[in-house]
């Protein structure tokens, strides 16, 4: 993956990155725990960041377990 | 030396967790939550997994319901004063712990009421006795899964099945229970499960937690503390999302890194083969003791009934003297006296010179056991 093809996803918190994190690799999606942009939010924890490619896929792991998450944005 | 006083905590700890809490304060070290480097984010991982570990022991669906707390009576306190207004209507037993039984008595203070349903000398518990206490305005039913002072179980699925029914909330209190007997949150229908890491899950002292169920809104449920969480940083009021509502200031990780240590190791050992080792245990202790003609043994006299705590008196000696003598001449650890629940000691007669209490768990063995008779035979002798 190159920088310019990632996403990320905001979590509530960095349990629920951790969660997303499992989620995700149990679904197959590469996913790498990082600290949140600052221009996306001022959180000090946590967001999980995936390939734009895998956005959609991401989403639906994380929601079909009943994940809430704060938003997925293109980094 | 034998340790039989594992209803206070529990030693020692399974293989594996004085393991875990080293390689923490070694390898890893980094405050759970509060950054997104590596050793923090491995920090959380432990933190996390540990939640999943105290999820698959206890059947509880969300690693994000569990909440972390130092012991099991801040957890207890956290559910008792967080829900509790001004109004409401608690029930709950007369075999409580303090740790239950002193909240209760000021939040009566401040005009919650509290209704104490009595257990009978033998230590049972009738749940019918517990739904006639149920009043249109209880919010709360809050039981002991297990008295630490004889050991009887309580009617937990029972009770859940009733609260249901009345669409009360259940609190179980199972410092005794967790990890020595199967819990199924879920099919018990517990909403408020408090648990201990340092007893019979194997975890180190300062570790515990309450799993807080789906019929509880957590936003119903005031923190006990505020403070910084690691999330919605932005902002200067508390996040209202589980768990991190209730979970200011930094974590106890390396804690809570022997916990998921523990708790893994007895999932690999399955609670059924702990219990039914214990089980074997608490039937020649309680059958050996009662053989000898000056020891009373109280509670239901039955293992299948109870823990593996069994507690008795010598005819003639103070549990202290007892206690002291057994420690002294016999190398015997066990704890004597009153045990923090002045209620169970008045409801089996034992208030308010308490008992003698051996408290065994999954590593004690039967050879324990027969020594741990051949002494109290002994000093019954003496006295005689």
């Known amino acids: 993956m190159t920088p310019e093809t990632y996403a990320v996803i905001l979590v509530y918190s960095t349990s629920y990155a951790l969660r997303a994190e499992k989620l995700l690799h149990r679904a ?34 994380l929601e079909s377990a009943g994940l809430e998450i704060e938003g997925v944005h293109d980094i | 030396m034998i340790y039989f006083d594992n209803a ?108 104490v349903v009595p257990c009978s000398p033998q230590s049972v518990l009738n749940p019918a006795d517990v739904e ?22 309580l009617p937990v699925a029972e009770v859940g099945a009733i609260c249901r029914e009345h669409d009360v909330l259940l609190l179980v209190d199972t410092a005794q229970t967790g990890g020595a007997y199967p819990i199924d949150a879920q099919a018990d ?13 194997g975890g180190p002292m300062g570790t515990g937690g309450l ?17 910084g969480t690691g999330s919605h940083s932005e902002y200067e009021v508390q996040p209202d999302f589980l768990p991190d509502v209730y979970e200011s200031g930094t974590l106890n990780a ?14 690999s050992q399955s609670v059924d083969r702990i219990r039914a080792h214990e089980v074997a245990l608490t039937q020649r202790l309680i059958d050996g003791l009662r053989s000898l003609p000056s020891v009373i043994v109280y509670g239901t006299l039955h293992a299948d009934l109870q823990i593996a705590t069994v507690s008795f008196n010598v005819v003639g000696m103070e549990p202290s003297e007892v206690g002291l003598c057994l420690d002294d001449e016999y190398g015997i650890l066990c704890r004597v006296g009153l045990h923090c629940a002045p209620a169970a000691h008045k409801a089996i007669g034992t208030f308010p ?19 741990a008779l051949a002494a109290v035979e002994e000093l019954a002798r003496d006295i005689q």
């Open chain 2, 254 to 267: 390396v804690g809570l890194a022997g916990l998921r240590a523990g708790v893994r190791w007895v999932l």
């Open chain 1, 28 to 61: 197959a999606i590469e996913c790498k725990l990082v600290p949140v942009p600052r221009h996306l939010s001022s959180n000090c924890g946590v967001c999980v960041r995936i390939a734009r490619s895998d956005r959609e896929l991401a989403q639906q792991a």
């Open chain 2, 189 to 201: 229908q517990i909403d408020l499960l408090g648990f201990t890491g340092h007893k019979s899950l």
């Open chain 2, 8 to 115: 206070a905590t529990s030693w020692p700890k399974p293989p594996g967790v004085v393991e875990a809490m080293v390689h923490f304060m070694e390898q890893v070290g980094a405050n759970p939550g509060r950054a997104a480097h590596r050793r923090a984010v491995e920090s959380g991982r432990i933190v996390y997994e540990a939640r999943e570990a105290v999820c698959e022991l206890f059947h509880a669906p969300d690693p994000l319901r569990v909440v972390w707390s130092k012991n099991v009576t801040e957890a207890l306190n956290l559910a008792l004063r967080g829900l509790l207004r001004v109004g409401d209507h608690v029930v709950t037993s007369s075999l409580e712990h303090n740790s239950v039984m002193r909240p209760l008595r000021a939040l009566q203070r401040s005009g919650i009421e509290v209704t």
């Open chain 2, 353 to 371: 010179d308490g008992t003698v209490r051996f408290g065994l768990n999954g590593f004690n063995t039967m050879d324990e056991v027969e020594t």
């Open chain 2, 132 to 153: 006639q206490a149920i009043r249109p305005h209880t919010k709360l039913v809050a039981l002991n899964h297990a008295s630490n002072v004889v050991g009887t179980l």
């Open chain 2, 211 to 227: 799993i807080v169920g789906e019929r509880v809104d957590e936003r119903q449920m005031e923190p006990l503390e505020r403070g």
